[in-house]
């Protein structure tokens, strides 16, 4: 079955800093765009991130100079390096992946077809 797994959600106050990772069954990674989205009570969801290759990221403008998306084919592991966390930065956060690149369309997020049970992360000042 295919299948994604987050992990490294938690509380942590302004300016700290948190990894999320999330681990894929059941497909290989380096055929794949896989990246996060976020939602916070009251909020619409929107993309934070997504990468397919090593040169080919792309960030929401709220977390640019902030987060770094990564990936690790051979493990097929995800990770988001969040630095310098802000309240607002409070969501639940969420893994994604398609069967494709990227693309111009990453942050549409009825294109990603693998979705990820969710990690809390709050953010306290």
């Known amino acids: 079955q295919v299948q994604l797994v987050e992990s490294g959600g938690g509380s942590v106050q302004a300016g700290g800093s948190l990894r999320l990772s999330c681990a894929g069954y059941?497909?290989?990674?380096?055929?794949?765009?896989v990246g996060w989205f976020r939602q916070a009570p009251g909020k619409e969801r929107e993309a934070v991130a997504a990468?397919?290759?090593?040169?080919?990221?792309s960030y929401a403008d709220s977390v640019k100079g902030r987060f770094t998306i990564s990936k690790d084919n051979a493990k097929n592991i995800q990770y988001l390096q969040m630095d310098n966390l802000k309240v607002d930065d409070t969501a639940m956060y969420y893994c994604?992946?398609?069967?494709?690149?990227?693309?111009?369309?990453?942050?549409?997020?009825?294109?990603?077809?693998?979705w990820g049970q969710g990690t809390q992360v709050t953010v306290s000042s």
């Open positions: 990468i397919d290759s090593p040169d080919r990221a």
């Open positions: 059941g497909y290989t990674y380096d055929t794949y765009c």
């Open positions: 994604v992946a398609k069967p494709r690149w990227c693309g111009s369309w990453w942050s549409w997020e009825y294109d990603y077809n693998l």
